[in-house]
């Protein structure tokens, strides 16, 4: 729900507020989004079938073999982390062709330029993605569920609102429309996808230190 909200939000937003030509652009945005979204949704979908079998194993061991298992575990998240980073930076390469692709989803100019001028911005948008979706799938293989659902649970009610105030400030008569665009809403978007990746980071690396006092108070 988390994440499903921040969409709608956006597009609620751009079809109420932004125009004709921005919607269009959006939709552009979007479309070319889903396809290159899946590429690190799929890490996040690998940790999550390969993490549970090395967590499971560390609970149930004991001594020794309870220290092998968290310097497996923390091999695997180190693995999964850099992984995140270059996918991210591959995704981020593949943005860098899009005013190449543009052309392909509208003939208008005008569409097509507003759609090449948010090129930056979705580049350091997914910079960010491999990483986030890596965190993300370590944090469900080891069962950080209340960590996962209260992040996304600030997110659902965070984001919408955010949005919100960027359409009250596209609709304010004193704005005129010229200070918030189409590129203000995917900045607040990639903002939230910065937010977002430091938390799930964040509570990974310490899901990690967890485990290596836990293995080190057995080990003694």
């Not at 499971?56 to 073999?65: G, P, V, W, Y």
């Not at 992040?151 to 359409?167: D, G, I, Q, S, T």
């Not at 704005?175 to 203000?184: A, E, K, Q």
Request: charged share 10%.
């Amino acid at each position: 729900l988390g994440r499903v909200s921040s969409y709608i939000a956006m597009s609620h937003v751009v079809s109420s507020a932004l125009g004709t030509v921005s919607m269009a652009a959006h939709q552009v945005l979007i479309s070319l989004f889903w396809c290159v979204t899946p590429v690190s949704e799929s890490l996040s979908l690998t940790a999550q079938s390969f993490i549970p079998s090395l967590y499971e194993k560390r609970r149930s061991d004991t001594n020794s073999s309870s220290q092998q298992r968290a310097a497996a575990l923390s091999q695997a998240t180190k693995n999964f982390m850099i992984s995140g980073v270059l996918l991210g930076f591959t995704m981020s390469i593949a943005a860098l062709c899009i005013p190449c692709l543009a052309h392909c989803f509208t003939a208008d100019p005008t569409v097509v330029a507003l759609v090449v001028s948010l090129v930056p911005i979705l580049f350091v948008f997914f910079n960010f993605s491999g990483l986030f979706c890596a965190s993300e799938g370590l944090l469900l293989g080891q069962k950080r569920l209340n960590y996962v659902g209260r992040a996304y649970a600030v997110f659902f009610v965070a984001v919408p609102y955010c949005m919100l105030r960027v359409k009250r400030a596209a609709l304010s008569s004193t704005n005129n429309n010229n200070n918030v665009s189409l590129t203000t809403v995917w900045q607040v978007f990639t903002l939230y996808q910065f937010v977002r990746c430091t938390t799930f980071v964040v509570g990974a690396l310490l899901q990690q230190r967890k485990t290596n006092r836990a293995a080190g108070a057995a080990a003694k």
